[in-house]
Structure formats: structure tokens, C-alpha cells
């Protein structure tokens, strides 16, 4: 009998699930040709009874070990088998999908993208340029007097301000890259300039160290202050909806000359005025005007022959005023109440 059971432990343990065709009907009949009711186990167990007492202790240890080689044989069949079906399930691609959460993008980018969208309709290409920019860009070329605020370390960032070096700064506004463009480029041209600018501005509701700005330059022979206008109005009627007016004030920038600060009529209360336009029925929306020609002279653009208008506007302030957000600090602080409001918009 003993030599009888240890066959069954060899032929069990021998067993492999991998030559199975019906994989779980194969360990099925595994199971119960050994465990079953009338299988070998209980089988060798009558026989058991039978056998005279000196050999019980021997063929009994010979049983039980029969007993678990079957056990853990049927115990390796079935992870087997589960992590089969694991794997199946995870190359099978007709499965529906668990749901995921759709990102969107940032209000940010969102408004900075419409702005590049309504200008591209007119002709304007993107212009791209460095962050960290020499005093040259910055200022010189832009016909900032030498003791302007703006070259002050309390408005700006500086990197290196040493004496008798070049300045280096990050970029305070975007119309260094007008600067870049004009530079490299021959009349005509027509660009925007969308991009991120620093000030050494305490952080509040309403200023931050780190926006947004966009910036138009349109050069090219006969370019009129009329051209201008133009584009302004069909800027604002595009971004703030047709009724949109627009009024223009006299302004001052060092590279822009006759400059202008446009507004539109409010769009909260459609100019009656309200708590948003102060009561005056009109939103202070950007900064323009005609490009200075020492400005276009000092890119090597003639300004004899050609002349040119500028633009730039707060992206964070657009935002606000379209979105009707009360306060600058909530673009950066990421909470996702504020952000998944933009959810919808592509
Ligand atoms: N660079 C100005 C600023 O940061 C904005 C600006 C005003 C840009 C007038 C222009 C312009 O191109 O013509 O406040």
C-alpha cells in the first residue's frame, strides 16, 4: 500500500495545470479524482482501516501526506487560474474603461488663446521670445529715458546689475518682444506676443509678481492711427460681444508717440455703471499707440518709410473682466473649486 501511495503523490505531483485543454474542468476532475467522495483518498482510507496496527503510523504519515501534496496541488491550480483571468482582463480592450477625470486648461490660457485667436483671424502670427532679458530689450531700444521708475530695482527683477555690465532682467513687459521681432524681421510685419512678465509687486487682490501680458505690433508702410482704431474695435467687439464700445484717452509710454489707454463700455451693466466700472460705465482694457520712430530706428526699421502701431494688455485683467473674477491671487493658488469652473471651455 505504501509504495501504491506514494505513485499517487509522484503522479500528482507531476501534474501540470499548463497541459490542461479545459483548464477548469481539468482541475475540477483533478479535484474529485482525490479529494472527491469516491476518490483515491477516501479509497486508500478503507483500505487504512484494515491495515494491522504496526504499520498504521507509518502508512497514516504516508496518507496525510498524500492529502496535503493534493491540497496545495489544487491551491496552485487556482492562482493559477485567477491570475490568468487578471491578465485577460487586462488586454482585453473591448472592456469598457473605468471613468477618468477630464483636465482642462487654465482660465490663463484659455483667455491668452482666444486673444492669439482673434488677432490670427486679421493676419497676426505668435511671437515667442526669452523671459530673461538684457536692459537693451528691455528699456534702451524702447526709448526708456535712462532714470525711468522702470529701471528701478524696486519695480523690477534684476539678475545682474553691476556697473559697467550689460543689465539683465526678467522681462517686465512683452514689448521686448517687439524689440526681438523688429530686429530680425523686414517690414511688414504683424505679431503678437503673448507671454508671462515680472514686477517686484507686493501680492494682493489686485497685483501679483507674475502675470500675463499680450502684446500686437503691426509694421508696415502707411500704417495710420485709423488702422489702429480699427483693430482695437474689432478686437473688443470680438473678445466682449458686439455691442462692445470702445473710447480712447490720451496716455503716455515711452515707445509709443501720440499713446493711448483704451476702454470699453462695461460689460457687467452695459455702460449705466456699476460697482465693477466704479460707476463710470467704461473698463480701462490696455495701453497703445503709434510705434515711437526712435523706437523704430533702433531696430534698423527706416522710419521714414515705415511706421507702425502697438498694443498690450493684461491677460489676468481680461480674465477678470470676463469672467467677473474678484481676485488676482486665485489663478495661483491652483484650488481645483476654481479651476474646474473653466471645465467646460475648450
Ligand atoms: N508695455 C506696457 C506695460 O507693460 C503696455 C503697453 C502699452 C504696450 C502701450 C504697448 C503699448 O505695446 O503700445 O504697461
Redesign the pocket.
Same mark, same amino acid.
Given at each position: 500500500m505504501k509504495a501504491e501511495i506514494l505513485e499517487y503523490i509522484k503522479e500528482i505531483q507531476e501534474t501540470r495545470i499548463e497541459k490542461f485543454k479545459d483548464t477548469a474542468a481539468e482541475v475540477e476532475q483533478f479535484r474529485i479524482k482525490y479529494l472527491g467522495k469516491n476518490g483515491v483518498m477516501n479509497q486508500l482510507f478503507e483500505q487504512f482501516k484494515t491495515v494491522p496496527n504496526e504499520q498504521k503510523k507509518e502508512l497514516g504519515q504516508a496518507l496525510n501526506q498524500l492529502k496535503t501534496a493534493a491540497q496545495q496541488k489544487i491551491e496552485e491550480f487556482k492562482n493559477y487560474v485567477e491570475s490568468k483571468e487578471e491578465s485577460a482582463h487586462l488586454h482585453d480592450l473591448t472592456m469598457p474603461t473605468d471613468f477618468s477625470e477630464l483636465g482642462s486648461r487654465h482660465v490663463l490660457s484659455v483667455v491668452m488663446n482666444e486673444i492669439s485667436e482673434i488677432f490670427s483671424r486679421i493676419g497676426f502670427t505668435v511671437a515667442e521670445s526669452v523671459e530673461i532679458e538684457d536692459d537693451w530689450h528691455l528699456f534702451s531700444a524702447l526709448n526708456f529715458p535712462p532714470d525711468h521708475p522702470a529701471r528701478d530695482m524696486q519695480d523690477t527683477f534684476f539678475v545682474e546689475k553691476e556697473e559697467g555690465k550689460q543689465e539683465v532682467a526678467l522681462r @517686465?513687459? @512683452? !514689448?521686448s518682444v $517687439?524689440v526681438r521681432v523688429m530686429e530680425n524681421n523686414k517690414p511688414p510685419i504683424r505679431i503678437i506676443a503673448p507671454g508671462r *512678465?515680472f514686477r517686484n509687486e507686493a501680492i494682493s487682490a489686485r497685483a501679483h509678481c507674475i502675470f500675463h $501680458?499680450v502684446? /500686437? =505690433?503691426y509694421v508696415d508702410k502707411k500704417v495710420t492711427f485709423a488702422d489702429l482704431k480699427q483693430t482695437l474695435l474689432y478686437f473688443a467687439k470680438e473678445m466682449f460681444g458686439e455691442q462692445t464700445q470702445i473710447r480712447l484717452r490720451p496716455s503716455y &509710454?515711452p &515707445? @509709443?508717440e501720440p !499713446?493711448a489707454e483704451m476702454d470699453i463700455s462695461c460689460n457687467i451693466c452695459g455702460g449705466k455703471g456699476c460697482n465693477i466700472c466704479k460707476g463710470t460705465g467704461w473698463l480701462e482694457i =490696455?495701453?497703445?499707440?503709434m *510705434?515711437d520712430p526712435n523706437v523704430l530706428e533702433a531696430c534698423g526699421i527706416d522710419s521714414k518709410q515705415y511706421s507702425g &502701431? /502697438? =498694443?498690450?494688455?493684461g491677460v489676468e485683467r481680461m480674465a477678470m473682466l470676463k469672467y467677473q473674477i474678484r481676485d488676482l491671487r486665485l489663478y495661483f493658488e491652483n484650488d481645483l473649486r476654481f479651476l474646474k469652473q473653466f471645465e467646460s471651455i475648450i
Open positions: @517686465t513687459h @512683452t !514689448s $517687439q *512678465v $501680458q502684446e /500686437a =505690433l &509710454f &515707445f @509709443t !499713446s =490696455l495701453g497703445c499707440g *510705434v &502701431f /502697438a =498694443l498690450g494688455m
